[in-house]
Every structure is written in C-alpha cells, then in structure tokens.
C-alpha cells in the first residue's frame, strides 16, 4: 500500500478534520484515505458527460428554438 503526503494544509483544516475524525471514531488518516477513496469512485467529467449523451439523439433547431428563453 502506498503512502500520500500533503503538505502545506491550513491548520483550520487539519483542525476540522481532526474533529470530525473524532466524531466518526477514527483517526485523520482514516478519515482521509476513506475520502481519497471515494474522490477515486468519482468519474471524470469527460466520461460523466460522454455517458450522458449516449442514446441522445441532437436537438433539432426547432426544439432549441421552442426551449430557449425570451430575452426581454
């Protein structure tokens, strides 16, 4: 298993993670590597996006046309 070092954290960070990590029951270091763990879950955008437009078929200018705002 690897190690991770972050330097430069703010101290009233470090402070909030250190009080919620005593809420939770567990150290800084769990509590990080369990929000590391789910930040790696996340998709990039591109592939949220690409997702997204599968199956979609192009919006014609007629339906832009009808969707779009008024402007005033």
């Not at 070092?5 to 005593?22: F, G, H, M, P």
């Not at 150290?27 to 590597?33: I, Y």
């Given at each position: ?22 809420a ?11 929000a590391?763990?789910?930040?790696a ?28 705002r008024?402007?005033?």
């Amino acid at each position: 298993m690897a190690d991770v070092t972050v330097k430069n954290l703010d101290d009233e960070v470090l402070a909030r993670l250190a009080k919620r990590a005593e809420a939770e029951g567990v150290s800084v270091q769990e509590l990080a590597r369990r929000a590391l763990a789910r930040a790696a879950t996340i998709p990039e955008l591109e592939d949220q996006l690409r997702e997204r437009r599968a199956g979609r078929t192009p919006m014609t200018w007629e339906e832009f046309l009808a969707r779009r705002r008024p402007t005033t």
